[in-house]
């Protein structure tokens, strides 16, 4: 990663397999109102070993002071969304904004088993099929969270991506949730009672047998600092 940061400079990195829905994704993220002064980097990574390579990959390929790693099919569609993600990060104790995720992480590490969940994401799985996933909202401007969904990670701190631990494709997001927190930054998810920030249009799948294993290499790393809630 370059180490003189571009703080009028935003990047949005990318893992991409499937060109279609890049080119979707790329669309939306080209027509974000950006602030004066403002410009945009799009980084796509081809080929990636992991999301953790991918997403180093990508960060080093950058000067930008603020990053966003999103999933090929997310649709950014708040158009102010720079604007938004500055006022955020004017809190220099912010590292990390997401749009969905859990106030506390339970024992099994999966952040949609936490009992308290925040943010909104609208999903669209299937052509005739959206869902409105709408959780609780923060009730200010933000709210902390110990961890958020990897479909939109918006960061102003540059740490690398554990990818000597997670060699896949799982738990990545919630492993730099962790990093951030262990190096005194906060994980914040915004306020959206007014309009979602993303459209997600991911193919229900079953969860990979994989991620089992993920989880385990996940609790065996950070186990010992999670304070579930019961």
Known sequence: MKTTKDAKKIAFITCVNR???YSECRLYLEHLRLPDGMTAEYIPVRGAASMCAGYNA???QTDAKYKVYLHQDTL???PDLVRDLLRLFADETIGLVGVIGCRSLPRSGVWWDGLRTYGR???ACEPESVVDSHCMEPDGACQEVEAVDGLFLATQTDLPWREDLFTGWHLYDTSMCMEMRRAGYRVVVPNQQK???CIHCPKEKPLAPEYKQY???F???YGAELHPEV
């Open 19 to 21: 060109e279609e829905w």
């Open 58 to 60: 990508g960060a080093a």
């Open 76 to 78: 950014v569609v708040n």
């Open 121 to 123: 994401v609208l999903h």
């Open 195 to 197: 309009d979602f920030w």
């Open 215 to 217: 989880q385990k290499i």
């Open 219 to 221: 609790l065996r790393e």
